[in-house]
């Protein structure tokens, strides 16, 4: 504003109301008009709003993208860690039991706990301290702390001394038995994943929300008989 438009007010507000000069200066009429936009200044501004909303989008789409890339790799790498240190369990598992389950604990923070106390952990019981065939004893539960979930883990032990270890895991695509080739079959009336170990098998199968996957199996026989027995206690 002017000077003049100022003064105008002050003598209004000293209650000049004489003063025709202040009046005057305080009619609409008088007062400055603010410049009119051009079509061109229009278009400039929606030009402008234009090519911010594009690098927006563009910007935001590479974060995304950028961040996507970083997850995979980084879930690949972690898949790949946990393939190799399952293979490397196996091993141990069909040479010298006891170093592999203190391998496996030592690896993911193992805690023994008893079928009871497994709930607080998973939130389920496990279905191996349901029953087992005949010629079987539960030896060991523990839980274990894994890259697809927490899950138990359980030793079990035949007649002759010799161990099958159970595990009880979320239903994942997660590489538990390591990179060895597998095959699909049916074991019984369910649909199983069977891997050859050098002197023995494993095999997963889904049981109701979770995976059961059962190592150190003699042959299909025995585990057809496994399978049938946690089945019916799941």
């Known amino acids: ?8 007010i002050s003598n209004s507000l000293d209650g000049d109301a004489a003063d025709s000069e202040g009046d005057e200066l305080l009619k609409l009429e008088n007062l400055p008009l603010s410049t009119p936009v051009s079509k061109r200044q229009k278009s400039s501004h929606g030009l402008i709003l234009i090519v911010s909303l594009v690098l927006l989008i563009g910007v935001g ?18 898949h790949a860690e946990f393939a190799e240190t399952m293979t490397n369990y196996l091993n141990l598992l069909e040479t010298d039991p006891d170093q592999a389950q203190g391998f496996l604990m030592r690896k993911y ?3 023994v706990v008893s079928p009871e106390e497994a709930v607080k952990f998973v939130g389920y019981r496990p279905v191996i301290s349901q029953g ?5 004893t539960l030896e060991s539960t523990t839980v274990l702390t894994m890259p697809c979930c927490t899950c138990v883990k359980s030793v079990c032990r035949r007649t002759d001394g010799s161990t099958i270890v159970v ?13 060895r080739e597998s095959q699909m079959t049916m074991c019984g009336n369910q649909e199983c994943c ?18 059961l996957t059962v190592v150190g199996i003699k042959d299909e026989s025995e585990l057809s008989e496994f399978v049938r027995s946690l089945k019916k206690n799941s």
């Open 1 to 8: 504003m002017p000077d003049s438009v100022w003064e105008g």
């Open 132 to 136: 087992l065939p005949a010629g079987y």
């Open 167 to 179: 595990f009880e895991h979320d239903d994942a695509e997660l590489k538990l038995l390591g990179e």
């Open 61 to 78: 789409f590479w974060f995304t993208q950028d961040t996507q890339h970083s997850h995979d790799h980084h879930s690949q790498v972690h």
């Open 109 to 111: 923070g193992g805690r």
């Open 194 to 211: 069977l891997v050859n170990l050098d002197s023995s098998l494993a095999a997963s199968w889904k049981a109701g929300s979770r995976l």
